[in-house]
């Protein structure tokens, strides 16, 4: 069975970075790295939306709101996908959640909180 765990979400001052990461287990050897690894995030009261996704070629695609202060970038040696965010903003403050592109798979998320 797959999960996909995220770690690193916290608190922190408006301009400030976080690296948020997520790792799968379960998945069988090799094929992590075939796998398009998406990052979402929602905020309260608010739809869930696309944050960046990053391809087993490493191509990557970031929502307009993101691009220029997140870079996604993933290791395959260790099933983990990153997200590290900079230039921070208090809108930027929702539950992340990784989620393996077109299937079922999402992790449990972790609350990132920017404060102005």
């Known amino acids: 069975q797959i999960q996909l765990v995220e770690s690193g979400g916290g608190l922190v001052q408006a301009g400030g970075s976080l690296r948020l990461s997520c790792a799968a287990s379960?998945?069988?050897?090799?094929?992590?790295?075939?796998?398009?690894i998406a990052w979402y995030r929602q905020a309260s009261g608010k739809q869930r939306e696309l944050v960046a996704n990053?391809?087993?070629?490493?191509?990557?695609n970031y929502a307009d709101s993101v691009r220029g202060r997140f870079t996604i970038s993933r290791d395959n040696a260790k099933n983990t996908v990153y997200l590290q965010m900079s230039s921070l903003k208090p809108e930027d403050t929702a539950v992340y959640y990784c989620r393996i592109s077109r299937s079922n798979y999402w992790g449990q998320g972790t609350q990132v909180t920017v404060s102005s």
């Open positions: 379960g998945v069988t050897f090799g094929t992590f790295a075939i796998y398009t």
């Open positions: 990053i391809d087993s070629g490493w191509s990557t």
